[in-house]
């Protein structure tokens, strides 16, 4: 069980997605976007707007649930988010196999402190506010198409209060920090040769 946790744009993603591809096969991967809580329960802000950069926007239950389930090794199918629709009604499927890495990633993961037993492994990844400002106003505008305006908005008064407030005392937390200034090669490797090491012994225990 692995938690990879931090604030926007740190790259969270990216370093999930190399390690998929190096050793996919053997992880599941637990987003905790899928988790959001339906629209109508979001938080707002005092301007009306919705904060999704809340921790009470996630359904805490439900992750617990799922995660739980795939370390009892069963797999489960759970509804995945849409970014620009989050409030639609036709909802896409999908299903998690149970593998013998579960790696759960998402903004909150460190924080709940009822994710702490379950974790095996604590990754936490960083990258200073104004590299990550500009990679997020770059994904937004250009992959989800926010107005630059509302980026800014949302950065200074969820993102960034969130990441100051939830986030940053979670480091404390990290068995391991990942420092994404300039790359995480080295620390790429490091999990990669870790986890493939714990798959393989974990597969030849089973057998």
């Known amino acids: 069980m692995v938690g990879l946790a931090g604030g926007s744009a740190s790259g969270k993603s990216l370093l999930l997605s190399f390690l998929q591809q190096t050793i996919g096969s053997v992880i599941c991967v637990v987003g905790l976007d899928d988790f959001y809580l339906p ?12 904060n999704f950069d809340e921790p009470q926007g996630i359904d805490r239950k439900k992750l ?25 009604r036709e909802k896409t499927t999908k299903w998690l196999p149970a593998k013998p890495i579960i790696l759960v990633e998402g903004l909150f993961v460190l924080f709940y402190e009822e994710m702490w037993p379950l974790l095996d492994l ?6 200073d506010e104004a590299l990550r400002y500009k990679r997020r106003l770059e994904r937004d505008t250009k992959v989800r198409g926010i107005a630059p305006e509302m980026v800014d908005y949302q950065w200074r008064n969820h993102v960034n209060p969130s990441y100051e407030k939830y986030l940053a005392p ?3 937390q990290a068995d391991l920090v990942v420092n994404n200034n300039q790359g995480f090669d080295k620390a790429l490797r490091i999990l990669q040769q870790h986890l493939h090491s714990e798959a393989a ?3 030849n225990s089973r057998s």
Request: charged share 25%; glycine share 6%; hydrophobic share 35%.
């Open 201 to 203: 012994w974990r597969t």
């Open 170 to 172: 979670c480091m404390s």
């Open 64 to 88: 617990v649930d799922c995660v739980t389930t795939l370390i009892e090794g069963k797999g489960v199918a759970i509804e995945e988010y849409a970014y620009n629709h989050p409030e639609r």
């Open 39 to 50: 629209l109508h329960l979001q938080p707002k802000d005092d301007q009306g707007q919705f």
């Open 122 to 127: 604590k990754v936490f990844i960083h990258a």
